[in-house]
């Protein structure tokens, strides 16, 4: 079962190098909003670079990059932290660094233009979820339509794992709907493209 973590730290660091960098920028990141201010509130969101769909902040593009490094609240950064940490992983060994990384942060983009463009009521969204839900459509896409990659045991935990996630967008109060989808539907055609077009066949 590929989602069992048994490395030690410098293997997980020398293994799974870009995984290791998202998760200490995120951290590090919330730790200089803990120093500087606080993790929920608005301004301190908004100035670390946090989304927020009115003006003048909906035209800084950038913000929907750097709002993938930040996190609203401890618990927020704890569930994306954790799912990083476990999920990314044998994604990122698969693809190797390049391509997961080209997947990682195109699923991100496009779940926060989704979140920013179709959320009518002003918000502010941050958080790694669009590109961590981008993670759990490739796992997806390899379920589904590559049968014989992955072990039964994978593939079950791939079915329950996106079931929880679609239960926690739906059911969870102020979670960001359309970045989660958004997101999962860039992973998937992310590597739709990189599959059919690419060099490497998975």
Do not use: C
């Not at 992983?89 to 693809?95: A, G, V």
């Not at 990659?149 to 329950?160: A, C």
């Not at 926690?168 to 970045?179: C, E, G, I, W």
Request: charged share 10%; aromatic share 14%.
């Amino acid at each position: 079962m590929i989602f069992l973590r048994y490395e030690k730290p410098m293997q997980y660091i020398r293994m799974y190098p870009v995984t290791t960098a998202i998760l200490l920028i995120i951290i590090a990141v919330f730790a200089a909003m803990l120093i500087t201010g606080s993790p929920t509130d608005p301004e301190t969101l908004i100035r670390f670079g946090a989304q927020v769909n009115a003006p003048p902040y909906e035209s800084q593009l950038w913000r929907i990059v750097t709002a993938m490094f930040i996190h609203i609240g401890f618990e927020h950064l704890l569930f994306n932290g954790f799912a990083l940490y476990v999920f990314a992983p044998p994604l990122e060994r698969m693809l190797g660094k390049l391509k997961y990384t080209l997947l990682y942060f195109g699923s991100g983009i496009v779940g926060n233009l989704a979140g920013q463009l179709l959320y009518q009521d002003v918000h502010v969204s941050a958080g790694a979820s669009g590109a961590i839900y981008g993670v759990f459509a490739a796992y997806a896409y390899l379920s589904w339509l590559r049968k014989g990659l992955f072990d039964k045991q994978t593939r079950s935990t791939v079915n329950v794992m996106l079931a929880m996630g679609l239960i926690y967008t739906l059911l969870v109060p102020k979670v960001n709907l359309y970045a989660h989808l958004g997101g999962f539907v860039g992973g998937f055609l992310i590597l739709h493209v990189m599959i059919h077009w690419g060099r490497k066949r998975i």
